[in-house]
């Protein structure tokens, strides 16, 4: 009978098990470490930088050719017609990012918004107050407010042989008195300078003693003036008092036309003190710097303006 061998094999206890988890667990705090970094990242980036990236990762083109995957080469490869690829290289979608705006840059907006909201709202108080007052019932075509680059603009012109002045004189009708005091409860409520310029038609004026329309358009500028303080406006709000004779029509195909004989009375844009848009002065200093053509009063330490008053000089 043949000898039996068992063979007993002792296992040993647990071997070492090497570095393999090291390599992991540094794997693990790498792809931590990039999230924790892409939060920070989202969460700092503004809103135009976030759309930006958006369209980066967003193709504007794709296949029109129509395939169940419903993938964005519709089924089909790179080497097939109906798909989208390049024959320089791999497509590439091209963006334009809006620049991020300067604190400066959106106060500035905001300001602009702000007045053009005044605007609009001066324009429909003017015309609701000259549309309900039966004095001036039928002189509504005698006055056109538009809002233009330089601001509001209100215009006070002849029209179907009404006229503001009488002819060849600057003194003043009592329709146009009626008006002008609908202007200024209007606006004494703004912040803006204003601006006076005198029109008249280019019907020949002239005197024995040189007296034309470069005069005569001045006078009638420097009179709605005087009559608009009078009804409440301070010196200091006029910016400039000019005439301009007949050189700058409204209608310039007709420039002998009556419409040509006007008043224009312009809220400038971008002028005027706003307490609640600018800085206070701090321990009493006044502010750094003023517009051109002010000077400070050192009582109130507040700018004053100095109106200015220009005739064009004939050609």
């Known amino acids: 009978m043949p000898d039996i061998v068992i063979k007993k094999i002792k296992k040993g206890g647990h071997g ?27 969460s700092s980036a503004t809103e135009e930088q976030l759309q930006g990236v958006s369209m980066y990762f967003t193709p504007e083109t794709i296949s029109q050719n129509e395939s169940g995957s419903g993938g964005l080469l519709g089924g089909t490869s790179l080497a097939e017609e ?36 005044e605007f609009n709202e001066a324009k429909e108080q003017l015309l609701k107050a000259i549309e309900s007052s039966e004095e001036l019932q039928g002189l509504e075509k005698n006055i056109r407010v538009e809002e233009t680059d330089q601001g509001l603009r209100i215009q006070i012109l002849d ?23 609908k202007v200024a409860s209007v606006v004494e409520k703004m912040p803006q300078d204003i601006s006076i310029e005198g029109h008249t038609d280019a019907v020949p004026f002239s005197r024995n003693d040189g007296y034309s329309n470069w005069e005569l358009s001045a006078d009638r500028a420097l009179a709605t003036r005087r009559t608009l303080e009078d009804l409440g406006l301070t010196t200091s709000r006029f910016a400039k008092v000019a005439g301009l004779a007949d050189t700058d029509p409204l209608l310039p195909d007709a420039p002998e036309n009556e419409s040509n004989r006007r008043i224009s009375i312009t809220l400038l844009r971008g002028t005027g003190e706003r307490s609640e848009l600018g800085s206070a002065p701090q321990n009493g200093q006044a502010p750094e710097s003023t517009a051109p053509g002010t000077q400070t009063d050192p009582a109130a330490g507040t700018p004053i303006r100095r109106p200015s008053f220009s005739v064009p000089s004939q050609p």
């Open 159 to 181: 029209e179907d042989g009404t006229a503001m002045f009488p002819s060849g004189s600057a003194g003043m009708a009592e329709h146009t008195k009626l008006l002008l005091e």
């Open 82 to 117: 109906g798909a989208l690829r390049s024959e320089f290289g791999s497509p590439t979608v091209s963006m334009d990012i809006p620049p991020v705006q300067s604190p400066d840059e959106r106060e500035a907006i905001r300001v602009a918004q702000m007045e053009d909201q």
């Open 16 to 42: 070492h098990h090497g570095g393999a988890w090291k390599v992991a667990y540094a794997d693990f705090v790498t792809a931590m470490m990039a999230f924790f970094l892409l939060l920070w990242l989202l």
